[in-house]
């Protein structure tokens, strides 16, 4: 009896060592932030920058805001991915301005349609600055991610071969007649079945169409969700959903970075 009370014993300052070790090492393991100007050609730009403190080589992630700009949700959602050991950058595509409205956010987003190149350059320099942190960034493993408006902005980094190696899309637009040719990134598109803008039969089309090219594309249609549907400040936000996506976005970079 005596020798098993001594054997339980050892167990269990073996494990508490282990539960302590672990605890100081989540301890150890923070992230950094700051808002940097990436984009050389336009000093009006400042992204956010998320990644963790240590100095260590990491794949990293371009953030592609909504139709509101630059704001606080883009921000916590980089912070997050940060926190999963990714180098995140929120990019700016409107100069500095958000948008509190919907009137404001169509003007803004309209803008930027208007003038795509300047878009594509932004996003360029954005890829070109994370490529710089040496170090710090993988070169290889680079991704988008993006939301409604920065979802279609997404998939254009993706399609373009604007040296991104795998894209998320949240319900951002496409065109299911596209010339795929060009594309060497891998992409995981969320979509609402309910959503009014983006059709969901035009979402199958696209699915079915990435099936016949190389690649583990994948396309999720998520039932009785509408647009938007990933935005906890949305009016059509739907937990189950969006926590599946999310769970599904890590699981694909942990998969393709």
Known sequence: ???????????????????AAGAVYAQAVKITTADVAYDKGNDRVKGYLAKPADKKARPALILIHEWWGLNDN???????????????????????????????????????????????ANLRQAVSYLTGLKGEVDPARIAS???????????????????????????????????????????????????????????????????????DHTVFIYPNAGHAFANADSRNYDKEAAETAWKRTVEFFDRHL
Not at 169 to 188: E, H, Q, V
Request: charged fraction near 25%; proline fraction near 1%.
């Open 145 to 215: 991610v993006g939301w409604c408006f920065g979802g279609g902005w997404s998939y254009q980094m993706a399609k373009n071969d604007l040296g991104v190696k795998a894209s998320v899309i949240y319900y951002g637009r496409f065109n299911p007649k596209d010339d795929l040719s060009r594309m060497r990134a891998t992409i995981l598109g969320h979509f609402g079945e309910k959503d009014r803008g983006i059709k969901v039969d035009n979402v199958r089309e696209f699915q079915a169409k990435l099936k016949t090219l190389k690649g």
């Open 74 to 120: 883009i921000r916590e959602n980089a912070r997050q991915f940060a926190e999963l050991g990714y180098v995140a950058l929120a990019v700016d595509l409107y100069n500095g301005e958000f948008a509190t409205n919907r009137d404001g956010a169509r003007k803004l987003a309209g803008g930027v349609r208007k003038d795509p190149q300047a878009a594509f």
């Open 1 to 19: 009896m005596k020798l098993r009370k001594e054997w339980f014993s050892a167990l269990f300052l073996v494990l508490a060592f282990h539960v």
